[in-house]
């Protein structure tokens, strides 16, 4: 591989590690699938005009070899979730999602209204907000009940938080990483998470910066600012665990 594809392929690993930790849920799992189709990757001479694209679907295309499927008759399907995944956390166009999922832009489309219609429903569950921004926070409080949870309280600083989890118990956390000088919202969650274990979902302006491997990282990241069918959807992932696989 030229040095210049490869500089491609770094810079969309970011995005290729966050897609792959919230389809399965889990930050472990998640970088095993990357780190196999890196190597595929580093291994071949990959011709495609968008290395990221094909990340994702080498990412899609050997979680559904290893897939272990556990689905309720409620649930989203895996490709449902995949397509929701590609186009709202990703931001993908439903015409570059489609061939990931092998599916012509036509059918993902159908299969995306689908999913949509019945992802309100689908997990709702009680949320605490950590953000230090009171215009932001009332915006994010909009969003949640907009997608069918309940707030349980709203924290500005580390210490809030902490006090706050620990009284409501949420069933999943909303947490900016900069509060300014109120802390750090890493630290407020691994405080929380010390007592009660709960999905949480990270919200950052700049994920590539996030996603470094020098630290312990968050399974779930969305991107600030972000629609309500985004957080829809990393929250309907982050509460029903993502997909398994074997």
Do not use: W
Not at 11 to 22: G, I, K, N, Q
Not at 216 to 234: D, M, Q, S
């Amino acid at each position: 591989m030229s040095d210049i594809r490869r500089e491609d392929l770094m810079r969309a690993l970011p995005y290729a590690r966050r897609y792959a930790r919230a389809l399965t849920g889990s930050q472990s799992n998640g970088d095993h699938l990357v780190a196999e189709s890196l190597r595929e990757m580093l291994a071949g001479e990959d011709a495609a005009d968008d290395m990221r694209l094909s990340f994702y679907e080498r990412v899609t295309r050997r979680f559904n070899r290893m897939q272990r499927v556990q689905e309720a008759p409620h649930d989203l399907s895996g490709t449902e979730r995949q397509l929701l995944l590609l186009t709202s956390l990703e931001e993908l166009r439903v015409e570059d999602a489609a061939p990931i999922v092998a599916m012509t832009p036509q059918q993902a489309a159908q299969h995306l209204a689908s999913a949509r219609e019945r992802l309100r429903e689908a997990a709702a569950t009680d949320v605490l907000i950590i953000e230090d921004e009171p215009i932001i926070a009332m915006d994010i409080e909009e969003l949640v009940h907009g997608c069918g949870h309940r707030v349980v309280g709203v924290a500005a600083t580390e210490s809030e938080a902490v006090a706050l989890a620990a009284r409501t118990r949420p069933g999943l956390i909303l947490a900016d990483i900069n509060l300014g000088t109120g802390g750090d919202g890493t630290s407020a969650v691994a405080r929380i998470m010390r007592e009660h274990q709960v999905p949480v979902i990270f919200v950052t302006a700049y994920p590539e910066r996030l996603l470094t491997g020098e630290t312990v990282e968050p399974a779930f990241v969305i991107t600030k600012p972000f629609e309500p069918v985004t957080l829809a959807i990393a929250t309907y992932q982050a509460v029903t665990g993502g997909l398994r696989i074997a």
